[in-house]
């Protein structure tokens, strides 16, 4: 079955450092994989997805991510974090299974210290 | 505009009652799900229809029952509530046909049984 690990569950970064939130996926097959951000009492929202193609995708808000089939990962970057980056982040795969679905990880919160 | 919507926002209520969720997206999606997230922030799909037929049904107690009135509605009817149902439900949608997985995610509604 599909799964996505993110080892971290809290991250503290100082503003204006760099990000690196990690994201380890299991599927079989070439997976479509996501990152979401969810700011307090907020919904999901979109930052970036890889289906295919160029390995590193480009999405909002100034993240990127690469996928690395050989580690199976896909993980997010920031050069320079703004304390309104501070949020819970979530990496999802998409999982055919009859009709598409996506298993999210357990999120990693992102902290943003002065 | 928004573009997923969901109501209410909050809804406390008592062991044993009964209670919806509605929600409404102007996307012109054809797919739409319901996700709980629970205390730990753990993201998990409970149920998806496509073009109003249910295509996704997670192993979730029988006391959830969703409806899909129209492609832009999925309501959700919770019978019987129980203290374990307390969560953050979330309502989701997509164009499978044309950008499978790209999930575009309401505010929320936060539950508490009491």
Not at chain 1, 14 to 29: H, I, K, Q
Not at chain 1, 79 to 102: I, M, N, R
Not at chain 2, 42 to 61: A, C, D, G, Q, R
Request: with cysteine; aromatic share 12%; net charge neutral.
């Amino acid at each position: 079955a599909q799964s996505v690990t993110q080892p971290d569950i809290h991250i503290t970064v100082s503003e204006g450092a760099s990000l690196e939130l990690r994201c380890n996926y299991s599927y079989g097959a070439t997976p479509y994989l996501f990152w979401y951000v969810q700011s307090p009492g907020q919904g999901l929202q979109l930052l970036l997805k890889y289906f295919s193609g160029d390995t590193l995708v480009q999405g909002i808000k100034g993240f990127e991510a690469e996928f690395k089939r050989s580690q199976s990962s896909f993980n997010l970057r920031k050069p320079s974090v703004h304390w309104s980056d501070a949020a819970e982040y979530f990496c999802a795969v998409g999982a055919v299974t009859g009709f598409q679905k996506l298993v999210f990880g357990t999120g990693t919160r992102l902290l943003v210290s002065p | 505009d928004t573009a997923v919507s969901q109501t209410p926002k909050y809804l406390v209520t008592q062991m044993g009652n009964d209670k919806s969720i509605k929600c409404e997206q102007n996307l012109g999606h054809d797919t739409m799900y319901w996700y709980k997230q629970d205390s730990k922030k753990f993201l998990k799909i409970m149920f998806s229809y496509n073009n109003k037929e249910l295509i996704i049904n997670e192993t979730v107690p029988n006391r959830f029952s969703p409806k899909s009135p129209d492609k832009a509605h999925l309501n959700l009817h919770i019978n019987s509530l129980e203290l374990g149902d307390s969560a953050v439900y979330f309502c989701a949608s997509s164009q499978e046909s044309s950008s499978p997985y790209e999930q575009y995610f309401g505010p929320g509604t936060r539950l508490t049984v009491t």
